[in-house]
Nanobody
């Protein structure tokens, strides 16, 4: 069955860095666009970043540009989100998503808390 399992979340101080990982299985990973979304308490889920199937193109939400980097490894079926210069407003549950024209798969999320 399809599985997306996020890891790497935790508590980090403002200005710190964290790298999230998402392990994919049960589908042809290299054919899917991969996304990171996040949802803060009381707010709607929002797009953080996406990376095309071959990894040739990335897109970021404006507030993440220059601070976050999405990458993928199509051999290991992994997608990553490197986060730096973290701010308290980056506190959220971060979700990995795989998508193509017909399908959309979500992970269970990993909590990131930015606090001193």
């Amino acid at each position: 069955q399809v599985q997306l399992v996020e890891s790497g979340g935790g508590l980090v101080q403002p200005g710190g860095s964290l790298t999230l990982s998402c392990a994919a299985s049960g589908f042809t990973f290299s054919r899917y666009v991969m996304f990171w979304h996040r949802q803060a308490p009381g707010k709607e889920r929002e797009l953080v970043a996406l990376i095309t199937s071959a990894g040739g193109s990335t897109t970021y939400a404006d507030s993440m540009k220059g601070r976050f980097t999405i990458s993928r490894d199509n051999v290991k079926n992994m997608v990553y989100l490197q986060m730096s210069s973290l701010k308290p407003e980056d506190t959220a549950v971060y979700y990995c998503k795989a998508g193509d024209l017909l399908h959309e798969y979500w992970g269970q999320g990993t909590q990131v808390t930015v606090s001193s």
